[in-house]
């Protein structure tokens, strides 16, 4: 099982960025599928953002197309998700989290490992 541990979240005022990253453990990064989610309280998980195994294809929930930016680096076993142009709503616990699919994964069912986690709070 991979292990996963997000950083990079914080305060920040609405309009403002943020740059998450998740680092993962062992030498099979490169075949797995990475995702970012956000919970935020009493909400369910929502699917946030994805990319590809293999073919670096990359997929967005709606309401953060042209504002997030979800990239992977297979040498560091690393994926990030710049977050620009925030907003209060984009305030939630983010989570990263690995698939074995071999195309982009929405839903979380299709997730195997996950990580504890990184607060993200947007302020008006």
Request: charged share 15%.
């Amino acid at each position: 099982q991979v292990q996963l541990v997000e950083s990079g979240g914080g305060l920040v005022q609405a309009g403002g960025s943020l740059r998450l990253s998740c680092a993962a453990s062992g030498r099979t990064f490169r075949d797995y599928t990475m995702g970012w989610f956000r919970q935020a309280p009493g909400k369910e998980r929502e699917f946030v953002a994805t990319i590809v195994r293999s073919t670096g294809v990359t997929y967005y929930t709606d309401s953060v197309k042209g504002r997030f930016t979800i990239s992977r680096d297979n040498a560091k076993n690393t994926v990030y998700l710049q977050m620009n142009n925030l907003t209060p709503e984009d305030t939630a616990a983010y989570l990263c989290a690995t698939s074995r699919s071999y195309s982009f994964a929405t839903s979380a069912a299709v997730y195997d490992s996950w990580g504890q986690g990184t607060q993200v709070t947007v302020s008006s």
